[in-house]
């Protein structure tokens, strides 16, 4: 089958404001960025999504969007956006945006004016309610923030009702209801299409439409006791009925009339339904990051990995496409969460890199992953800058958890992991700007970062350099069918990916313990030869010959004639 461009590539998620300060400010911009791109290519990705980079006064870190035509000004400016835009193209790099539809910044136009009077021409572009009879809120939601009292509603004394807000006071959900809103909605994104941009990652893009009347939630905001104590309903927004129609609507109108990709993030979404977002027919979206690997608070055990894989697999094969991610900006580390960041850092990230080029759909990886980062562990909640970690600490504390405890809980699932500043060297500041970071470097730089793996020929760098060249000579990479063998095993994965031109065969250790295993003789039997390996100088090339996998060790086997 004829495969479309972002079938084949593989995508480099830039978080901005971490990634290279190009004016001593502190923060990440776009001439930081373009001052980079020669790296972007030599790691060999076809595509960058940027995470917001829209004026915002940055309380969500750019979801919150204060003007949707313009550009945050600590970034830069629309003309350098252009010249970045214009330089990646020449170098064969598409540019995706983020795109955040559910909500905007309380700084928005639109909203300053909804807010003025009951009767502005822009009230209706969010949802405004009257207090309940008995003086309460709307209703019993609670936002995602765990801010304030814990509602999804806020009062605003102007006009004496309340506004919705799922996630922060600061950002106001947008009524999709309301066709004018919708236009505008359109307008804003064909002004980017049209300026030549590659495509949308779509925030939260299955929140767009609210239940019929608002109604409570069966499980409203327990009250806070303890971290854990305060749970959120987050499947009450989330794929609502109407919602496929609505982004059918929004691709009739706008991405269906470009040659682009869209992804769109959909928390609460199994693989069943699945193909009602992606179905190769539906006109909606292309892809979806679903939440039940990379964006899961649970643990995954190397059986969970190899079950959820295969049960998205089976639905997507023939109708759909997948996403392939481990972690994103609102994740941990993945090495640190999935891997091992001590002493098998090197091996398991390597790992890692390979079952997220392996298995089918299109590659995601976040910035810093290439050479390892790991977790940062601040030891104080005022280095600490993201809501949910921030929220949720004030809520425990306040309740009467111990600090010091909450903050050791919350720092592994941190988002703040993934948003110190990226590691270029070993100077000072890791080399990501010649002023103060806005949030504090990781003090692991000196021994992680690019130059260092740059310096040597088995790093993580230079896997990952490889692996994404493969997908451009490996047709089973794209377009290969899925089967497992040793389906039951433990941490041992043992896969096959083939397609007409090409049978590969995958092998990983995912654990800290050397494990022995019998290939099934219907591998063992056939002419695998190895082409790639994260552990190349201790084991022999021929499968026939392996009976012993040690930690984190993973390879690539290609089936040849004769
Ligand atoms: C998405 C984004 C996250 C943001 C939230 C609200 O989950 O990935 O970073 O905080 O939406 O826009
Ligand atoms: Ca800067």
């Known amino acids: 089958m004829e495969k ?4 084949e590539a593989v995508v480099y998620q830039i978080y901005c404001k971490s990634f290279c300060d190009s004016n001593g400010d502190g923060i990440g911009d776009i001439r930081g960025v373009i001052s980079k791109l020669p790296m972007i290519k030599d790691l060999g990705v076809d595509c960058i999504w940027f995470n917001p980079l829209y004026k915002s006064p940055m309380v969500d870190n750019g979801y919150d969007i204060s003007d949707y035509e313009d550009i945050e000004p600590a970034y830069g ?11 990646a193209h020449s170098m064969g790099i598409r540019v995706i945006m983020d795109l955040v539809l559910n909500h905007t910044s309380d700084e928005h136009k639109w909203f300053k004016e909804s807010r003025k009077s009951k009767d502005n021409p822009y009230r209706n572009f969010y949802y405004w309610r009257p207090a309940k009879p ?8 609670g936002n995602y923030f765990y801010e304030g009292r814990g509602s999804a509603w806020e009062f605003d004394e102007q006009t004496g009702e309340y506004y919705l807000h799922n996630y922060s006071y600061r950002m106001p959900d947008l009524n999709w209801e309301y066709e004018p809103l919708r236009e505008a909605m359109y307008k804003m994104m064909r002004f980017w299409l049209d300026m030549g941009i590659d495509g949308f990652r779509l925030d939260a893009v299955n929140r767009l439409k ?3 009347g608002l109604p409570d939630s069966q499980k409203p905001p327990t009250p806070p006791v303890g971290i854990h104590g305060y749970v959120v309903d987050r499947t009450i927004c989330a794929n609502v009925p109407g ?3 609505l982004l059918r609507e929004i691709a009739r109108n706008t991405w269906d009339n470009y040659d682009v990709m869209t992804v769109g993030e959909t928390g609460q979404v199994t693989a069943d339904m699945a193909p009602d977002f992606v179905g190769a027919d539906n006109h909606e979206l292309n892809m979806i990051f679903h939440f039940e690997l990379g964006k899961n608070a649970k643990i995954i055990t190397p059986k969970i990995y190899k079950e959820t894989q295969k049960r998205w697999f089976t639905v997507t094969e023939h109708n759909g496409w997948e996403a392939q991610f481990l972690s994103n900006h609102d994740t941990p580390r993945q090495v640190s969460r999935f891997g091992n960041d001590g002493e098998y850092r090197v091996e398991s990230a390597k790992l890692l890199a390979t079952l997220t080029h392996t298995f089918p759909g299109t590659p995601f990886v976040y910035q810093g992953e290439e050479i390892g980062m790991t977790n940062v562990y601040f030891d ?7 809501r949910y970690t921030v929220g949720k600490y004030y809520t425990a504390v306040e309740a009467g958890a111990d600090p010091e405890e909450t903050l050791k809980m919350l720092q592994p699932l941190s988002r703040d992991n993934v948003r110190t500043p990226y590691q270029w060297n070993d100077s000072e500041n890791a080399g990501f700007t010649t002023g103060k970071p806005w949030i504090k470097v990781n003090p692991r730089y000196k021994e992680i970062n690019l130059e260092a793996d740059l310096k040597s020929k088995d790093s993580i760098f230079e896997y990952y350099k490889k692996i994404i060249k493969m997908r451009k000579n490996c047709p089973a990479m794209v377009d290969g069918k899925l089967d497992f063998y040793m389906f039951d095993h433990e941490s041992m994965l043992v896969y096959t990916r083939s397609c007409a031109r090409q049978t590969l ?6 654990s800290d313990n050397p ?6 003789e219907e591998l063992k039997s056939k002419n695998f030869t190895r082409i790639l390996s994260n552990r190349e100088e201790t084991s022999p090339s021929l499968l026939k010959e392996r009976e012993e996998w040690l930690p984190w060790e993973t390879e690539i086997y290609e089936l040849t004639t004769n």
């Open 210 to 212: 609210k239940p019929e």
């Open 380 to 386: 104080s909640i005022d280095d600490y800058d993201e």
């Open 505 to 510: 065969l995958i092998i990983a250790n995912y």
């Open 515 to 520: 494990v022995k295993i019998e290939i099934p």
């Open 4 to 7: 479309r461009w972002w079938q």
């Open 77 to 87: 400016t629309m003309d350098d956006f252009k010249e970045l835009l214009d330089k």
């Open 243 to 245: 919602i496929h129609e």
């Open 134 to 141: 008995d003086g309460k809120e709307p209703n019993n939601w």
